[in-house]
């Protein structure tokens, strides 16, 4: 089944360094990626679409040139957290449905797990 | 896109069977329902998807009335593995469409 990747699980970085998360879809091609974002004990939170070759889309209330989101290619999405600061400490996941299916499901990677210190 | 409505949390014992209902009473026509499971510190992981009637797959069975209001997922015979957070997302299955996540249901599984 179609599998999304995400590289690192786990980052921890000091406040005002920017860490980058990479997501890729490992046996399809992905036009478009999600990135969610979960804080603790919450649900998983819509950040933005990610478009191949052109710019994402960013939910109310996401600061875009603060989470830097590239889609260079058709398997790889990266969110870029410039600027770390305590509060953006968070659980990122990625996701990605496989194209040309009317079914397809939403699959997910494991997620990034961000510490700013 | 569809709202969602699950109970927050559910306790079961081992080797029960558990269902978990979900309310999406503005379910478009072209919506899929879709159900994950979530362990700590991991992606929500696929457990099954259905449109209308009864979907059943090696882990889970999904029974979706004709109004399509709303939709039970069945966990047969759980086991403390199954101690996880599930949520019902309902949407389009279109490539560049997101799916908006609800609070989900805790479900506890005792032993």
């Known amino acids: 089944g179609a599998v999304v990747s995400q590289h690192p699980s786990w980052v921890i970085c000091k406040s005002g360094t920017s860490v980058k998360i990479e997501c890729r879809s490992l046996?399809?091609?992905?036009?478009?990626m999600f990135w969610y974002r979960q804080f603790p004990k919450q649900s998983l939170m819509l950040m933005a679409t990610s478009n191949e070759g052109s710019k994402a889309t960013y939910e109310q209330g996401v600061e875009k040139d603060k989470f830097l989101i590239n889609h260079a290619s058709l398997t790889l999405s990266t969110l870029t957290v410039t600027s770390a600061h305590p509060e953006d400490s968070s659980f990122y996941i990625c996701?990605?449905?496989?194209?040309?299916?009317?079914?397809?499901?939403?699959?997910f990677g494991n997620g990034t797990r961000l510490t700013v210190t | 896109l569809a709202k969602t409505t699950q109970p927050i949390s559910m306790d079961s014992y081992e080797g029960q069977e558990v269902n978990i209902t979900c309310s999406h009473n503005n379910i478009a026509t072209n919506d899929y329902i879709t159900w994950y499971q979530q362990f700590p510190s991991q992606g929500p992981r696929f457990i099954i998807q259905g449109y209308k009637t009864k979907v059943t797959n090696e882990v889970a069975s999904l029974f979706i009335p004709a109004d399509r209001k709303s939709s039970t997922l069945s966990l047969p015979r759980v086991s403390l593995s199954d101690t996880a957070v599930y949520y019902c997302?309902?949407?389009?299955?279109?490539?560049?469409?997101?799916?908006?996540f609800g609070k989900g249901t805790t479900l506890s599984v005792s032993s």
């Open positions: 046996d399809f091609q992905a036009t478009t």
């Open positions: 996701s990605a449905r496989e194209p040309g299916r009317g079914d397809s499901p939403l699959h």
């Open positions: 997302l309902v949407g389009l299955n279109q490539a560049g469409t997101a799916l908006i």
